[in-house]
């Protein structure tokens, strides 16, 4: 017998226990809230999880029986921060409540599960990150078709979209990318190897009730309300159906209700969207920092300057999907333009968007009943500022077109923020069930249940002062007990007569105790009012919430408005913070920065210390090799030329004096790399995986930054795939532009023999024996790696440095740096264009022929390995 499954030959158990039971049995894999009264209970290995994550104290149910029943419990009115733990933590939670009045039941009370809280699907404040979406996603592989289906929602807004791809690595790049806190699978299905860190967010579910077409199809229809799936773009769409169909099911089995709040489906258009693939987000820091922290260091912490949730929603979306449709862009950069040109009215418009709330999380819990009188209330000042944001905007003024046509489109919702104002107290009571909602004047029968629960006391007094008049009684006192009430107390001394509609209850020692009808009868009013007061509260609690909730749409409409105004003036104020320029955008494949800048660099280091830096690409140089020591900056240029394309591309202004941008339809980076031993990929199987998918989804109008391909292999391996890499990018398209960071100066050789090549590096100063970092790029390859003075700086142990200092000259004595005579110009590795002319015909040895063309005054050491480990090869024996 197991304390989660007792058996109940052996274990006597209440008739709630079984219930509890049979109800735990129905919704295998949640944590069962059982609501008993004032608090939300749990029992046998429920119990045992619970108190252990939550640290509370775990007790038992039947402390004196040989067999016990752990329990732990939970106040209802402070329930969700302990769901908020056990929802971070991944667990599921089955919310059990009594859907019938105790006071009326007959034996036990009935009970049911009304929702079943997980990660995907939480609406409440306390369990989501205000700027954060959070999805749930549905995912189906037909490895047949090959072809995948991927749909999210996040349940809190109500949106919800997917797509279809044809390979399976990119459809988990995806989930990846949008980082689902729940992901649906179907049963049966192998989870990648090399994505085993989303197992704790996987549930499989039975592919024939889950992901069947047929019922999906159906599902979709209704909460669509749609006669065909040709109006969705899903018709064609079979795997994106089923995707779609496991997550509204899923939806309904959590949830137990309609899913009318879901926005229209569209599936994600990819074509509008330059691609930035999970890898590029991660590389380039977009929002979290490598070791995977968030805040100083990201260009999320640079760049944020929203104000509303929605604001930072719509931002995120951008950043992780930005435009490629240069119109688009144009018309989102010339509103930021003028935010950017209008400090007053920027920071007039910022001090109202501070003061609002989070409009489309707010609709969606009143629409789907989660709400609580303080999210009416949040409601109400949100929609008590919005026609001050809309007087900001004169029509007469010159505002950008763009702007104009989202602003036509305003709705005050003026009818609805009166609503509020008559109805609700500034202050309402946190529980709808409890009354102290209402503001005086909303409804006449509450009214007088207020006056009569308000004012009691004073209709008490007024009744004893009016006895105490008519009848001559200044003396008479009124008393309560629990035993008769309110009553009306004479002391004995009293001679006088007793008033005839005075109803004596109770002698005393030293008193009489009497009743009237009239009192009787207020008693009964003040009893009954209180209840009365709760229903009716309760009552017009819920048909609040049902008129408010039949605007949703109209608040969802705010909601984009409000976020691309947020969007735009949080743009406009890191341009205004950071001193950016507007970008000039090109249909060109040029690139050309002046005085460039890393955002995020810049944020940590300040401008004062920032060193900034010009970059040019175009037909005659669209493949920049940047050599230079580590620790120079040659990573930062790198990262910092993406990210000035990226904010181009979601019409934001730059960072640099001057820029201008070729649009790209991708973004690829491979910069860092460590070990990923959970998965047995070392260093190098990460870079060469990340280096294939460039190489194999790489574009035209692709940009590409690789920092030191082929450094986690031996040195002929890594000089051979990087030289090959930079190949296959010189002939791709004609030349796809790239940024290639090397310590390999043998491939500087590749200017003048490709097109399209243009070597750099950043400038080092050597002074005493030491070197300056000048941080600047500059024309030409790098005179050398100075690799020893880097670990110095580095703090290297003195001995040691100098020891490096002595194998160096002693090796640099055998030979000095060399440039490559290529014979095959399809071919440049140094040592395997020796081969002799067919028609020439040597005397000596085809050994002695290539020392005689050898020049050892331009010779490296790692050249001469190599030339003596291809003559060993070829002429060893």
């Known amino acids: 017998m197991t304390r989660d499954m007792p058996d109940k030959t052996s274990l006597k158990l209440t008739p709630m226990l079984e219930q509890y039971l049979r109800i735990k049995e129905e919704n295998p894999g949640a944590l069962l809230f059982f609501r008993m009264g004032d608090f939300y209970e749990l029992f046998f290995e429920d119990a045992e999880v619970a108190a252990r994550e939550l640290q509370i104290a775990l007790t038992s149910r039947n402390p004196n029986a040989e067999i016990q029943v752990p329990m732990c419990g939970v106040p209802h009115h402070a329930v969700e921060e302990y769901l908020r733990q056990l929802l971070d933590k991944g667990y599921k939670v089955a919310i ?38 959070n999805y749930l996603a549905a995912l189906v592989w037909d490895s047949q078709k090959q072809e995948g289906g991927l749909a999210w929602a996040d349940f809190s807004t109500g949106e919800w979209t997917g797509l279809v791809l044809k390979k399976e690595e990119q459809i988990w790049q995806w989930v990846v990318k949008i980082d689902p806190k729940e992901i649906l699978l179907p049963q049966g299905y192998k989870l990648p190897a090399s994505y085993s860190e989303f197992k704790a967010r996987i549930n499989e579910l039975p592919p024939t009730s889950y992901f069947d077409l047929k019922s999906g199809t159906e599902l979709i229809k209704k909460s669509q309300k749609v006669a065909t799936l040709d109006v969705l773009d899903l018709a064609d769409k079979p795997v994106l159906i089923k995707a779609c169909g496991a997550l509204l099911m899923y939806l309904v089995q959590t949830q137990k209700e309609k899913l009318t709040h879901l926005c229209p489906f569209k599936p994600l258009n990819l074509t509008r969207y ?31 300057n929203t104000l509303t949730p929605m604001g930072g929603r719509l931002l995120r979306q951008r950043l992780s999907q930005p435009w490629k449709d240069k119109a688009i862009i144009l018309k989102n950069q010339e509103v930021v333009e003028f935010f950017f040109n209008q400090d007053r009215l920027r920071e007039e418009l910022r001090t109202y968007l501070d003061k609002i709330f989070d409009l489309e999380r707010l609709s969606t819990r009143i629409f789907l009943n989660r709400c609580t009188p303080k999210d009416f209330v949040a409601l109400r000042q949100s929609l008590s500022i919005l026609p001050q944001i809309k007087k900001l905007f004169n029509p ?184 950016w320029t507007k970008p000039e955008l090109s249909g060109e494949l040029v690139l050309d920065i002046k005085a460039g800048r890393h955002p995020a660099i810049e944020a940590v280091q300040g401008r004062a210390n920032y060193i900034p830096n010009d970059l040019y690409m175009d037909e005659q140089s669209k493949i920049l090799l940047i050599t230079g020591p580590n620790m120079a900056g040659k990573s930062t240029v790198l990262r910092q030329t993406a990210i000035i394309c990226i904010l181009a591309q979601i019409g934001s202004f730059v960072p640099a004096e001057k820029a201008v941008v070729g649009l790209c339809d991708r973004i690829f980076s491979r910069v860092g790399a460590s070990d990923n031993l959970a998965q047995g990929q070392s260093t190098f199987m990460v870079e060469m995986t990340e280096t294939a998918r460039i190489l194999r989804q790489v574009t035209k109008r692709s940009l590409v930054i690789l920092d030191e391909i082929g450094r986690g292999t ?42 399209g090549i243009k070597n750099l590096n950043i400038a080092v100063k050597e002074w005493k ?26 703090g290297v142990p003195q001995n040691v440095v100098a020891r490096a200092k002595e194998i160096l000259a002693d090796l640099e004595k055998k030979g000095a740096r060399y440039k490559v005579t290529v014979q095959n110009k399809k071919h440049f590795l140094p040592g395997l264009n020796t081969e002799p002319s067919p028609s020439a015909k040597p005397k000596t040895h085809p050994l002695i022929d290539e020392l005689k063309n050898l020049d050892p005054n331009n010779l490296t050491p790692v050249m001469a390995l190599n030339i003596l480990y291809d003559w060993k090869k070829r002429f060893g024996g």
């Open 274 to 304: 330059l691609l930035l693939d999970e890898v590029t987000e991660r590389n380039l820091e977009l929002f979290k920092r490598l070791d995977g922290r968030k805040g100083p260091g990201t260009l999320w912490h640079a760049l944020d």
């Open 714 to 755: 031996s040195t002929f391996d890594g000089l051979s795939l990087a030289w090959a890499v930079v190949e296959d990018l010189a002939q791709k398209y004609g030349g796809i532009r790239t940024l290639f960071a090397t310590h390999y100066h043998e491939l500087t050789s590749l200017e003048g023999k490709l097109s």
């Open 396 to 579: 007469d003024d010159d505002l950008p077109r763009y702007l104009r046509k989202i602003l036509a489109t305003w709705d005050d919702l003026g009818d609805t923020y009166e609503l509020l104002s008559r109805s609700l107290k500034d202050n309402p009571n946190h529980l709808i069930t409890e009354g102290g909602l209402f503001r005086q004047g909303y409804d006449p029968e509450l009214d007088q249940l207020i006056d009569l629960t308000e004012h009691g006391q004073a209709r008490l007094k007024e009744l004893l002062q009016k006895e105490q008049e008519q009848n001559d009684l200044p003396k008479l006192k009124m008393g309560y007990n629990k035993v008769f009430g309110y009553y009306f107390e004479l002391s004995k001394a009293f001679k006088g007569k007793i008033p005839e509609h005075f109803e004596r209850r109770q002698t005393l020692v030293a008193s009489e105790r009497f009743i009237t009808a009239e009192l009787k009868e207020l008693e009964e009013r003040l009893f009954s009012a209180a209840e009365k007061r709760k229903a009716k509260e309760y009552n017009l609690f819920l048909d609040l919430r049902e008129k408010v909730a039949g605007k949703r749409q109209r608040f969802l409409q705010m909601a984009d408005i409000l976020a691309r105004l947020d969007f735009w003036q949080g743009l406009a104020q890191a341009a205004r913070k950071w001193e």
């Open 769 to 794: 024996g030491d070197i300056v970092f000048l941080r600047r790029l500059v024309p030409g390859p790098a005179d050398r790696s100075y690799g020893i003075e880097v670990a110095k700086l580095a």
């Open 96 to 133: 059990c409540e009594q859907v019938e009045d105790p006071k009326k039941a007959k034996g036990l009370v009935k009970r049911a599960v009304t929702r079943i809280l997980t990660p995907g699907t939480v609406v409440e404040d306390a369990n989501l990150t205000a700027k954060d979406n």
